[in-house]
């Protein structure tokens, strides 16, 4: 019983105080707070970092549909040379109608690999290939935003994706310019290519818009604003 009172007493002494246990790699640094650091940038990986190559083969796979088949096999060679330039091999499967990368002894970039994932992702969600390539640059990512599941009413969920878009996708394009990164609307999907941060505006403004929470024109007023 007195361990019960002494545990309840110490949890009283500590309500208010705001306890932060720091260890000594917790220590503040002296760019922490250095304005001139863009946190966001990705370092350009170097091929002389790993010139062993890779242990295991990875491959990931993913099915496209039937309407882009014929684009697919027309641009395919553009993708498979592309890709060829950091070592990773492709396989169109027009039977299963699916699209598959993995890695060969010549990849050197263990991440390149998830690069080439995206990048049969983008296709398949309708990106022209020359603006899907562009993914497996260092400094581009790519988001998914899955749109469908967000509201089961068909009508509100058209009129959701058109204010979107805009009048003659004038809305989409303030969007695409003040983010700087490239959006795709197509079906129940948001394709959208660009920095981390761009990708992240872009997922809270189609999420809101889909949810009814806030209207596009609301962000970009704010982004405006900030800029």
């Given at each position: 019983m007195a361990s019960a009172d002494e545990a309840n007493a110490a949890a009283e002494g500590t309500e208010g105080k705001n306890w932060q246990r720091k260890g000594k790699h917790k220590k503040e640094k002296p760019w922490d707070d250095d304005p001139?650091?863009?946190?966001w940038t990705v370092e350009k990986f170097d091929p002389s970092w790993n010139e062993g190559g890779l242990l295991e083969v990875s491959s990931f796979s993913t099915l496209f549909p039937q309407y882009r088949e014929k684009y697919l096999q027309e641009t395919w060679p553009i993708v498979k040379g592309a890709l060829k330039e950091f070592g990773v091999s492709c396989e169109l499967n027009l039977v299963e109608g699916s699209m598959t990368v993995s890695t060969t002894?010549?990849?050197r970039d263990p991440y390149i690999i998830l690069k080439a994932r995206d990048l049969i992702k983008l296709l398949s969600r309708s990106v022209p290939a020359p603006q899907a390539i562009k993914v497996l640059n260092d400094e581009m990512n790519c988001d998914i935003v899955k749109i469908g599941s967000i509201i089961r009413?068909?009508?509100?969920?058209?009129k959701r994706r058109e204010r979107l878009l805009g009048p003659n996708l004038s809305t989409l394009k303030a969007i695409e310019i003040l983010t700087g990164c490239y959006i795709l609307v197509q079906g129940n999907t948001v394709a959208a290519m660009g920095s981390f941060k761009g990708l992240k505006q872009v997922r809270k403004i189609v999420e809101d818009c889909i949810k009814n929470i806030k209207h596009p024109v609301y962000h970009i007023k704010v982004i405006c604003f900030v800029f």
């Open positions: 001139n650091i863009d946190r002894r010549k990849t009413n068909k009508e509100r969920f058209v």
